[in-house]
C-alpha cells in the first residue's frame, strides 16, 4: 500500500473518531444520528459548527434529546474530502450537514438518494451544481445559500479609502464560489475604473507569498472574497498587509478578529444557527426537503478592527454605520 493511501485511511480513522453526544457500550440506541462534513479548518468553520449544534438543540434535537454527532474534516486537502464524504454519505446518518460549496459539492456527488444533505455558506447552489434553482432541486437537498457581499464591500473600500486604485485579491481557483466572486469582482472593479491585481493559490501554504507578490505590484487595499483556502491561511495575508501597510478589506465578518482591517459580510453564527435548527426540522419530519425551496440568507454586519483603523487612520462614513454590529 502506497504511503498516500495509508495516511489518508490514518486520517479518516482519526476522524470518524471525533463526535459529540455518541453512544457508550449499555447507551440505548440514538434517537438521530448527524454528521458534520467540512473542507477546512478555522476559526469560521469551529463557529459555525457549534452555532448550528446550538440551532439543532434549540428545535429540540440535543444530546438530551438522544443526538449522536460525528465530525469530518478534510484539512484543505481535496483528496481526503472526497474520501470522508463518500465514508459520510455511505453510514446511514439521519443528515449530513455541510458547510462552503466544496464540502457540499463532495457530499452531494455521492450521497444521492441515500440521505439528507443540509448546507450552509454555499454562495451560489446553481452554478455548484448543486440545482437547477432555488425551487427545483433534488428532494434530499436543504439549504442555506446567499452571496457574500461583494460590491458592496467595494462600496466600503471606496468610501473609507477613497485614494486607493489598485485592489489585490488572493483566491484559489478549483473553488467555484471563488470563481464567482472573481467574476463579480472583475466586472465591479473595471465599471469603477480601479485595477485588479489577482494570484491564484493551490493551497494555504502559497498565501503568503501570493500576498508578497501582490504588494510587490503596489496594491493599495486587499480583498478576501469568500475562498475557503484563503480564509484558513489568512493570518499570512494579513500579516503582510500590517507589514506593508496595506490595509485588508474581507466579507466574513469573524476575519476582524485575525487581522483584517473591516469586514462586512453575514454572520457566521446566524447561518449556523439556522442551518442546525432546518435540519433538526427535517430529522424530526417536520419539513419536508422536497418541497421546501432552498433559503437565502441576506443580513449583513460590519466588524472593525479598531487598532488597525486608528493606524490607518480610517473612518466608517454614516451612511454604513447601520450595518455596524451590535456594540459598535
Known sequence: MAYGSRLTILALAVLAAISTGGCRENDPPPAARVAFVQYVDSAESEEVRLAALEGLAEAGLGPDNGLETRFYSAGADFALLQAIAGQASAAGYDAVITFGTPATQAV??????????????????????????????????????????????????????????????????????????????????????????????????????????????????????????????????????????????????SLVDRGATFCLGRSFSEEGRAVGRLAAGIVNGEIDPATSPLRRLENLELTLNDELMAQYGLEIPDQFRHWLAPGR
Open 108 to 253: 452531494f456527488s455521492r450521497i444521492g438518494g441515500r440521505g439528507r444533505l443540509v448546507f450552509g455558506l454555499v454562495s451560489d447552489p446553481v452554478s455548484a451544481g448543486l440545482c437547477r434553482s432555488p425551487e427545483d432541486h433534488p428532494p434530499n437537498l436543504a439549504g442555506y445559500y446567499g452571496l457574500f457581499p461583494t460590491s458592496e464591500v467595494l462600496d466600503l473600500v471606496q468610501a473609507v479609502l477613497p485614494q486607493a486604485r489598485s485592489i489585490g485579491v488572493v483566491w484559489n481557483n478549483g473553488e467555484s464560489n471563488s470563481l464567482r466572486y472573481l467574476e463579480i469582482i472583475r466586472a465591479e472593479t473595471a465599471r469603477r475604473g480601479l485595477t485588479l491585481e489577482e494570484t491564484t493559490v493551490a493551497g494555504t501554504g502559497e498565501v503568503l507569498s501570493a500576498a508578497e507578490g501582490l504588494a510587490f505590484r503596489g496594491v493599495d487595499v486587499f480583498f478576501c472574497a469568500g475562498d475557503s483556502t484563503v480564509i484558513q491561511g489568512f493570518e499570512a495575508l494579513a500579516a503582510v498587509g500590517r507589514r506593508r501597510g496595506i490595509p485588508v478589506a474581507a466579507n466574513v465578518t
